[in-house]
């Protein structure tokens, strides 16, 4: 018994004082599974700015545009000034004659290229009344065909009541410049009247492609 209990402590101590060898690495075990994804993190400062790029290559030239209008395309194409010196009232101051012409009747007009129309109008009886009025016609009106322009100058014989005032119509349709005297008032001898201005009243000019004036007839500007 004492033999065997010497050959097993002579074995621990043999075992005790050597090296023990390391045995081979086992296998890799499989790979888990990923985890959930992290949260975005903040956004980091902006870097700073690239250097300018160069200049691009010019692009083709466009298309040429329409042609301008010619600054004389809208202009005046005519221009008349008429006058009329009437004597219509006489010695008494009643409607007659004596040989003085106090009724002072004007009218001019301009004619554009494309028609539209331009009048004005005065009426003076003596120094005691004056009037005077205009219009401006585009060429689509029917005032642009006729030229009428109206003012008010009132005439004896004057009635007891208040009457309306009498009116001077200027106009070319359908003939001759004229100018027609309209009065209300009931039997008045002046009323429908009318007084032709001609050549001789008048005196017309055309303007030219280039814009120069030159005398012309005035049927040719009506």
């Known amino acids: 018994m004492r033999l065997v209990r010497l050959l097993v402590a002579m074995l621990l101590t043999a075992a005790c004082g050597s090296d023990v060898a390391m045995g081979d690495q086992g296998l890799q075990g499989a790979r888990g599974f990923a985890g959930p994804r992290g949260e975005k993190g903040e956004v980091g400062p902006a870097g700073p700015s690239g250097s300018e790029g160069p200049m691009g290559e010019r692009g083709p030239m466009g298309l040429q545009g329409p042609p301008g209008k010619d600054g004389l395309s809208y202009r005046p194409s005519g221009y008349a000034f008429c006058e009329l010196l009437l004597d219509l009232i006489g010695v008494g101051g009643g409607l007659g004659t004596d040989g003085i012409t106090e009724t002072r009747l004007q009218y001019d007009f301009t004619r554009y290229t494309n028609d539209d129309l331009e009048v004005n109008c005065e009426g003076a009886l003596g120094s005691e009344a004056a009037s005077s009025g205009g219009f401006f016609y585009p060429s689509i009106a029917p005032g642009a065909g006729s ?9 004896p014989p004057f009635t007891q009541t208040p009457g309306k005032v009498g009116v001077w119509q200027f106009e070319f349709t359908g003939g001759p ?3 027609t005297y309209t009065d209300s008032d009931p039997g008045h001898p002046l009323h429908g009247r ?12 055309q303007m030219s492609a280039s814009g120069a004036w030159t005398s012309a007839a005035l049927n040719d500007l009506l």
């Open 147 to 155: 030229g009428v322009c109206l003012v008010s100058v009132d005439y």
């Open 194 to 205: 009318a007084f032709l201005m001609g050549e001789k009243d008048c005196s017309s000019f």
């Open 177 to 179: 410049l004229r100018a």
